[in-house]
């Protein structure tokens, strides 16, 4: 599994420009699903198994999108300017260094700053190395993902984009695993959730699922000084009962703990009070879906260093696989 | 960016003085988000003789059919939106005076002192203020906000107008040389170019267009349009703000300038509401360049268009926005370029008749 996170993680994907990670992907679930399309926006959707008597139809989605960067202006010195692609912290971007989808790489630098105070976006720029104008090899709508190497700190895992590449290695484990169930999987690798949940909405109408279940990352309350909130890293993966997006279906909840709990899993319960997933899409797709959410609690969450622990990614796909494998009775 | 246009005037749609004059209509009308159907009677009349299926649905938006010929077309959505920013009156103060809001994104620094035109009947109002002579040099200082102005329409005028009747800015059309200053130029450019389109609509695509209501509150009428029409593809024509006037720049580089006049239509790459399908800035891009029409790139920025309603709409609909640069946005006088204006719509005609079954390639 180690292998593959590191090849999906180093891959850059902003949102809307997923050709490359969806192409890794697909390379990698081709023998293990029954068919496979690319919708119009750009979700890839592998379906695995047809349904039996009493299984369902079931939309899981993990976004292969990440946050990133596109340029807005070129200066007359080669200079680039941005806008952040999803939710950028200018606090994270000064020094960092980023891939353009053409290959081209650069860092970012910022402007004289009064002292003590924090960048603005605006403040910031990237240097590619161009001299001009003419010799900079990007230009207006260009656009870039962090680079950073995969890095493994003994249980814990280092990554750009954790947020949501480890669940599309969740997703990839499970969809390989799973050998034999009564339903009907659609496992999503949905575009532009960094943006506001975008693919996911599209996907879901062209699923039409009976059930959703969305897999991302959420946050942790273990490090100093952090948000209060339950969880933590290492202590199994979350089942998310609520976030600014979207109530979990309170029925989705109770089977994700009782499959929990009869599987010997560990798990934790998640209340997160700002943020969102793929689930608000599906929950809300025509006339309705019920829908939870699988969250691996992550450290650093849209810095270039996003942390997870292994234990966690492993029961996660342990988990998954127990959900999918057995019929379904939400009660 | 500045490339000289050597357009042959053979191939591309020109302007001439009937578009003008069906602008000026379109600019005049009164049509603020909710209540567009003045506009919608003058798009009606225009594409009854041309359009092979015309439907007026239920939220108002006007939906125009025009069929091309051959095998495996295309089914191209177009959308522009019919309504504009203005006012509602909310409350009768007596005396001729009317509390009211904005609808859509007005600055209220820009609301005191303008003329307006009250419900259909287009009745003659103006947006009080206190005149200088009233006025202390601190209070000048000072920012009305809207709850501090009335719209007044004089005395008497008894039944004509009522509480939830909408109002817009005033402002007559005028050809001023090379440009055009109106009201509502946001978005009956984008109107008038997608009749043009429709009367003169290449036979390699079936044209779905769209004229839509509601966009300034909130890209609604597109929406349930998108839903409707389940197009292949999809075009938002619309207007966003140049910003290219030195005296507005604190620092000489103006690295925000959005767009600019003067240098053709300005294709997004991204918005709030929309990353723009690549393959449609491709096929605009090449379009261009083959007719040696002028575009410029929309900055990546902020702002959002019919598309954004669009490219969600069922399972997905690669969308991109193609707008008029337009200063003075969303006040009441905006100011573009004629030949920015004609530049865009020979792009999107000349970029429409260039689809094929495999310009979504992936």
Request: proline letters at 4%.
């Amino acid at each position: 599994m180690k292998s593959l996170i590191k090849k999906l993680v180093e891959i850059p994907g902003p949102s809307g420009f997923e050709e490359q990670i969806r192409a890794a992907v697909q390379r990698e679930i081709k023998d293990h699903a029954d068919e496979i399309k690319v919708d119009a926006l750009g979700n890839l959707i592998a379906r695995k198994g047809k349904k039996k008597d009493g299984g369902l139809r079931i939309m899981l989605s993990a976004h292969i999108d990440e946050i990133g960067l596109m340029v807005t202006h070129v200066d007359d010195n080669g200079f680039a300017r941005f806008i952040g692609i999803g939710g950028i912290n200018p606090l994270t971007c000064y020094g960092g260094r980023v891939l353009f989808m053409n290959g081209t790489r650069g860092v970012i630098g910022v402007e004289k700053l009064e002292s003590g105070k924090l960048p603005k976006l605006a403040q910031l720029f990237i240097d590619v190395g161009a001299s001009n104008q003419d010799n900079c090899p990007i230009g207006v709508g260009d656009v870039c993902g962090f680079e950073r190497p995969f890095l493994e700190l003994g249980d814990r895992l280092v990554a750009k984009s954790m947020d949501d590449r480890i669940a599309a290695v969740i997703a990839i484990e499970a969809m390989r695993a799973i050998t034999d169930t009564p339903h009907e999987l659609y496992f999503v690798f949905s575009v532009q959730e960094e943006v506001g949940i975008r693919g996911a909405i599209t996907a879901a109408y062209g699923v039409d699922p009976d059930l959703g279940l969305a897999i991302d990352v959420t946050r942790s309350g273990d490090t100093p000084k952090s948000v209060k909130m339950e969880t933590a890293l290492g202590k199994g993966p979350a089942v998310k009962v609520r976030d600014s997006s979207f109530i979990a279906d309170p029925r989705v909840v109770n089977w994700m703990v009782e499959t929990a709990k009869q599987a010997g899993i560990p798990y934790q319960l998640e209340v997160l009070e700002a943020g969102g997933t793929d689930g608000r899409a599906i929950q809300l797709t025509r006339a309705g879906v019920p829908t939870g959410c699988l969250s691996i609690p992550c450290r650093y969450i849209h810095s270039p260093s996003e942390m997870v622990d292994k234990n966690d990614v492993q029961n996660a796909v342990k988990l998954l696989v127990a959900l999918l494998s057995q019929p379904i009775k939400l009660g | 960016m500045t490339k000289k246009p050597e357009i042959s005037k053979s191939k591309v749609l020109q302007i001439s003085k009937s578009q003008i004059e069906l602008l000026e209509k379109l600019c005049n009308a009164v049509a603020v988000s909710g209540d567009e159907q003045e506009v919608r009677q003058i798009v009606l009349e225009e594409v009854k003789s041309v359009a092979d299926e015309v439907k007026v649905d239920a939220l108002g938006n006007v939906l125009v059919t025009r069929f091309g010929r051959g095998e495996k077309r295309p089914r191209v959505m177009l959308a522009a939106h019919m309504d504009e920013i203005g006012f509602m009156l909310v409350k009768d103060d007596g005396g001729g005076l009317f509390e009211f809001v904005a609808i859509g994104g007005i600055d209220e620094r820009q609301m005191v002192a303008k003329s307006v035109l009250v419900g259909q009947e287009h009745l003659p109002g103006v947006i009080g203020a206190k005149p200088i002579h009233l006025t202390k040099k601190e209070e000048r200082k000072n920012t009305l906000k809207i709850d501090q102005m009335r719209i007044d329409m004089g005395l008497d005028i008894g039944s004509k107008v009522k509480i939830g009747d909408r109002a817009s800015f005033a402002t007559r059309f005028e050809m001023i040389g090379p440009s055009i200053r109106a009201k509502a130029l946001d978005d009956r450019l984008g109107v008038v170019n997608l009749i043009e389109l429709i009367k003169h609509a290449p036979d390699n695509i079936d044209l779905l267009a769209a004229f839509t209501v509601q966009e300034e509150v909130g890209l609604r009428g597109a929406r349930v349009a998108a839903y409707a029409f389940d197009p292949d593809m999809a075009f938002a024509l619309d207007s966003t703000p140049a910003r290219d006037l030195p005296v507005w720049e604190s620092d000489d580089d103006n690295v925000n300038y959005n767009t600019r006049l003067d240098q053709g239509p300005a294709i997004y790459l991204m918005d709030s509401a929309t990353i723009a399908d690549r393959r449609l800035v491709d096929l605009l891009v090449k379009a261009a360049a083959a007719e040696g029409i002028p575009y410029q790139f929309r900055q990546p920025n902020r702002g959002g268009t019919d598309a954004g309603a669009i490219h969600k709409s069922r399972a997905g609909i690669p969308s991109i926005s193609v707008s008029v640069p337009q200063r003075y946005i969303h006040t009441a006088a905006g100011l573009v370029r004629h030949d920015d204006w004609a530049h865009t719509l020979q792009l999107m005609h000349v970029a429409l008749s260039r689809i094929t079954s495999d310009t979504l390639k992936r």
